[in-house]
């Protein structure tokens, strides 16, 4: 019998009194429902986490939720998919109105105040993104001189942006498709956040950006869930290490991000402390 998250522990009685859930007691409060998992993820990265225009959603972010999802006990038609823009992600866990997130989420000190974290299970870095004919911005040092730059609020780039450079002209939106527009049509001169996430960008529109400069960070990406779930947590980084150990790990990454040009790194060691 899987375990049943916190926030529809309130449904359980329900959960045991219907034959099916009675061997797969799951978690979910749509609706009423007791069979389903809530899990956010980004919607607009391609290679990561992008909504499609079917409705269905595809990505790296989106294959490990699904996986986990399924070591828990849930089939991905049980899967109940939730938009979690990087400033809302804590709230989201905090309020019950995920189960776990999985988007691009990394492992900080100050989030780990407020929710805890599974994984990680990828390790990438910041980057930058420019259009295809900037030759003027090399690597975060150049961006200092009168660059405007894009990264979404609340997220962990532009905050480091903030306190390693504060020189920067730093323009931040709630989302990083928004920042992709505002690249393209010239409003800013480029765009900051996670290597992999500009990766998928560029590919999304082959010949109109570039990656430029060397990574400088270490982005630990995690899954989010609530504070003190120690037995969800330990669930979660069990589907994480199988998966990885499968090779399921890898054919996800190649699958979503090897378009992009990126290699499959060797997965990361799941933090058990």
Same mark, same amino acid.
């Given at each position: 019998?899987?375990s049943?998250?916190?926030?529809?522990?309130?449904?359980?009685?329900?959960?045991i009194?219907?034959?099916?859930?009675a061997?797969?007691?799951?978690?979910?409060?749509?609706g009423?429902?007791?069979d @389903?998992i809530?899990i956010?993820?980004?919607?607009?990265?391609?290679?990561?986490?992008?909504?499609?225009?079917?409705?269905?959603?595809?990505?790296?972010?989106?294959?490990?939720?699904?996986?986990?999802?399924?070591?828990?006990?849930?089939?991905?038609?049980?899967?109940?998919?939730?938009e979690a823009?990087?400033?809302?992600?804590?709230t989201?866990?905090?309020?019950?109105?995920?189960?776990?997130?999985a988007a691009?989420y990394?492992?900080?000190?100050s989030r780990?105040e407020?929710? #805890?974290?599974?994984?990680p299970? /990828?390790? @990438?870095?910041q980057?930058?993104?420019v259009?295809?004919?900037?030759?003027?911005?090399?690597?975060?040092?150049?961006?200092?001189n009168?660059?405007?730059?894009?990264?979404?609020?609340g997220?962990?780039? !532009?905050?480091?942006?903030k306190?390693?450079y504060?020189?920067?002209q730093?323009?931040?939106?709630?989302?990083?498709? !928004?920042c992709?527009?505002? /690249?393209?049509?010239?409003?800013? #001169?480029?765009?900051?956040?996670?290597?992999?996430? /500009?990766?998928?960008? !560029?590919?999304?529109?082959?010949? @109109?950006?570039?990656?430029?400069g060397d990574?400088?960070?270490?982005?630990?990406?995690?899954?989010?869930?609530?504070?003190d779930?120690?037995?969800?947590?330990?669930?979660?980084?069990?589907a994480?290490?199988?998966m990885?150990?499968s090779?399921a790990?890898?054919?996800?990454? #190649?699958k979503? /991000?090897?378009?992009?040009?990126?290699?499959?790194?060797?997965?990361?060691?799941?933090?058990? #402390?």
């Amino acid at each position: 019998m899987r375990s049943i998250p916190k926030r529809v522990a309130g449904a359980v009685a329900l959960a045991i009194a219907l034959p099916f859930a009675a061997t797969a007691c799951g978690g979910g409060d749509s609706g009423g429902d007791s069979d @389903t998992i809530v899990i956010g993820t980004k919607y607009d990265q391609p290679g990561l986490g992008l909504k499609q225009p079917d409705g269905t959603l595809t990505g790296f972010d989106v294959d490990v939720a699904k996986y986990v999802a399924n070591e828990l006990g849930y089939s991905e038609d049980q899967i109940e998919w939730k938009e979690a823009p990087s400033a809302q992600r804590e709230t989201l866990i905090q309020n019950g109105q995920v189960d776990f997130i999985a988007a691009t989420y990394s492992i900080t000190d100050s989030r780990k105040e407020k929710v #805890d974290f599974a994984g990680p299970y /990828l390790i @990438t870095g910041q980057s930058l993104l420019v259009r295809a004919d900037n030759n003027d911005i090399t690597g975060a040092a150049s961006l200092e001189n009168n660059k405007k730059l894009c990264s979404v609020s609340g997220s962990t780039p !532009a905050q480091r942006i903030k306190d390693e450079y504060p020189g920067v002209q730093l323009q931040q939106y709630d989302t990083y498709s !928004a920042c992709v527009e505002a /690249l393209k049509n010239g409003a800013v #001169d480029a765009l900051t956040t996670d290597e992999v996430i /500009l990766a998928g960008y !560029a590919a999304q529109s082959p010949g @109109t950006f570039k990656l430029v400069g060397d990574t400088f960070s270490e982005e630990r990406y995690g899954i989010g869930l609530k504070k003190d779930d120690t037995e969800l947590r330990n669930k979660i980084n069990d589907a994480i290490e199988k998966m990885e150990s499968s090779g399921a790990w890898k054919e996800a990454f #190649d699958k979503n /991000l090897g378009p992009a040009g990126i290699q499959a790194p060797q997965p990361p060691a799941v933090d058990r #402390d």
